[in-house]
């Protein structure tokens, strides 16, 4: 199942960052989550109640709600990552198998778009919890 959650998030690579967008036309990071649950059949959500930069709070009441909460040490590919660029958790990707241990996809505002890059130290040091989707083994 983690290849099928890849290859959906991978479908995204390139489209272009939109705040709150949900098309190949334009999508954010949650977005990307969404849309991925939805081509896959997991689960059809469509939140938009959150600003450029949300506490974090909403966000992590619906991935418990929709998602299940891996500890770090067991995160494995296709599972999605909460990370933080400020005292509190914002941004959401899933992890790929391009980079060792891991890359990641996400709709990143500052690149414009979808993409795919290595989770380095940098990055890895942002996640702030690591959930599963239902269902996946």
Known sequence: MAENIIRAARAYLGVRFRHQGRTEAGIDCAGLIILVARDLGLFDLNFTAYSHAPDG???NSLLHQYLDEVAPGEMRLGDVVF???????????????????????????????????????????????????????
């Open 57 to 59: 709070r909403t966000v």
């Open 83 to 137: 990370m933080a660029f400020q005292p509190f958790p914002q941004h959401l990707g899933i992890l790929a198998d391009a980079g060792k241990p891991f890359s990641l996809i996400h709709a990143y505002a500052q690149a414009r778009m979808v993409i795919e890059h290595r989770l380095d130290d940098d990055w890895m040091d942002r996640i702030r919890s690591v959930h599963r989707f239902r269902g996946v083994p």
